[in-house]
């Protein structure tokens, strides 16, 4: 899944392809690069960031629906409903709502009467909460039970099971111990027995562990760490990994199955 960031705020690429004919370009090159899946958000989640209304969302968002979904399965990325409904009927196939549903109670009712594929996320709270929130006993067990209640509440609203993907959320309400915790565990969302999505691309914990002192990191650095930890991520079971540098993502990805043939 290759991410399209339509915001210029976002923390790694903020403006880069607000333009709908350079959205439009990255979104064909990504695919050509090996993704299957189009992740357009319009939100930025960034720790601290401000929430923007649904009509800021779509504002920015529905100029390059339609040319997308022409070209690639695509997925939106979002938490409110109506912004949801709105990029179902101009082709998207998936809704990922990083908040699991929490953020607008309609958000599950609108994915069943669509029919929609559903990435449904591990998450307490929006960005201004983003590390007040981080507080557990057990991060894995927690997240695991967390999602579980989230997806008896989807799939009771009228959601297939067979078209929801869990999401550990990676970054959101986890300091940076428990993220590498949550990845380390990753086998306890087996245990929830669906199909797995990581996002895992150019996030702080990823930095913090090459350089714990430094506060702002290229993008280079960031990909290279991404792509070592895909590698990494093929020893699970994965449905898919969320990234912003699909070529060297597919890179590691190739590598380990060509080392996989001689093994």
Request: avoid cysteine; hydrophobic fraction near 40%; charge should be negative.
């Amino acid at each position: 899944m290759g991410v399209l960031n339509l915001t210029p705020d976002s923390f790694s690429d903020g403006g880069m392809f607000n333009d709908p004919q350079a959205a439009y370009a990255q979104a064909q090159l990504m695919h050509l690069q090996g993704a299957e899946i189009i992740d357009v958000g319009a939100e930025s989640t960034k720790p601290g960031s401000e929430r923007i209304d649904s009509a800021e969302e779509q504002r920015r968002l529905l100029p390059v629906l339609n040319d997308l979904a022409e070209v690639v399965d695509l997925s939106v990325d979002t938490m409110n409903a109506s912004t949801a409904e709105i990029a179902l009927s101009m082709g998207a196939r998936y809704i990922n709502d990083v908040s699991g549903g929490l953020a607008d109670s309609d958000m599950h009712k609108v994915v069943a009467a669509n029919d929609a594929h559903y990435i449904l996320s591990h998450w307490r709270g929006h960005s201004k909460e983003m590390y007040s929130e981080a507080d557990y006993k057990n991060v894995a067990q927690e997240v695991v039970a967390e999602i579980s209640k989230q997806l008896d509440r989807a799939i009771g609203a009228g959601i297939s099971k067979d078209k929801i993907i869990v999401d550990p959320g990676l970054g959101f309400n986890k300091d940076m111990g428990q993220n590498w915790e949550l990845v380390a565990r990753l086998d306890e969302l087996k245990k929830l027995q669906m199909p797995i999505l990581v996002g895992h691309s150019r996030k702080r914990f990823l930095s913090s562990a090459l350089d714990p002192e430094m506060t702002e990191m290229d993008n280079q650095r960031r990909d290279l760490a991404t792509a070592v930890l895909t590698a990494l991520l093929m020893q699970h079971s994965l449905w898919g990994i969320r990234v912003h540098n699909v070529q060297a993502s597919q890179d590691a990805i190739n590598l380990v199955e060509q080392l996989g043939k001689f093994q």
